[in-house]
């Protein structure tokens, strides 16, 4: 059994019947185990009160009772192994549709003020500084409304690749919706080198694309750059410093 999981109320119910199962499980386990013992025990009474029935007999019967408990165990806890497995998973889900972009699977907005506030205390504990950059792209209206939005999502994801592969493994490219999209660089990038890394991001993001419905579209992008601390020292207002600088 597996449950399909498609938005955050699926996932809510998934973890529900996660719970509620496996509270059965152990609640079934525990009659079943109580109910079967007191069979066997009867069992055995009314046997070895045949003068006839031996110890070997018994033993059997022991010996049968114990085989039919483990193998009703089994399932039950092949039963309670999948309940917690479909949990894991719904927390799994949860947290994707939290902090991730559903269209990109970029960072979102939340995952991105987490990263800026943790970066903000680094830097500040070890006097480091880190770049943060805007980016807003150009036409992509245009694409949406001659093309349809399914051209304008198919865009957005190409985009989003794009972006990632002008960055470093410790930097972040994370979509705020829309066409915006912010980038953080980590310590180790100079102004200079921060200004080259956003001429590339523009540079790439000029050619061409080729979508799925085999309508090629060309866009630009416009890059607004702020840096820690020097133009702010909390996200909100580095944010604004880049959205001002883009403007």
Request: with cysteine.
């Amino acid at each position: 059994m597996e449950i399909e999981i498609s938005d955050e109320s699926d996932i809510l119910e998934a973890k529900r019947m996660a719970q509620e199962a496996a509270k059965i499980v152990v609640n079934v386990t525990k009659k079943m185990a109580k109910d079967i013992t007191a069979e066997a025990r009867k069992e055995i009474v009314i046997n070895t009160t045949d003068s006839a029935t031996t110890a070997a007999v018994v033993a059997a019967e022991i010996a049968a009772t114990n085989a039919k408990i483990a193998s009703e165990m089994t399932g039950l806890i092949e039963a309670l192994v999948l309940a917690n497995q479909e949990y894991k998973k719904a927390e799994i889900e949860t947290r994707q549709l939290a902090f991730y972009d559903s269209l990109t699977g970029l960072p979102n907005r939340l995952k991105l003020l987490e990263r800026m506030d943790f970066l903000i205390q680094l830097s500040h504990r070890e006097d480091r500084k880190f770049t943060v950059m805007m980016l807003d792209l150009d036409k992509f209206k245009s694409v949406n409304d001659t093309l349809g939005h399914a051209a304008g999502d198919d865009l957005l994801k190409q985009v989003a690749l794009r972006i990632s592969a002008c960055l470093r493994d410790s930097d972040m490219v994370a979509r705020l919706g829309g066409d915006e999209f912010v980038i953080l660089l980590p310590n180790g990038h100079t102004p200079e080198n921060a200004e080259k890394v956003a001429a590339e991001i523009i540079t790439n993001l000029t050619i061409p694309f080729k979508l799925l419905d085999g309508n090629n579209t060309q866009i630009g992008a416009s890059i607004g750059i702020s840096f820690y601390p020097q133009h702010g020292i909390t996200s909100t207002e580095l944010m604004n410093a880049a959205d001002i600088a883009l403007s």
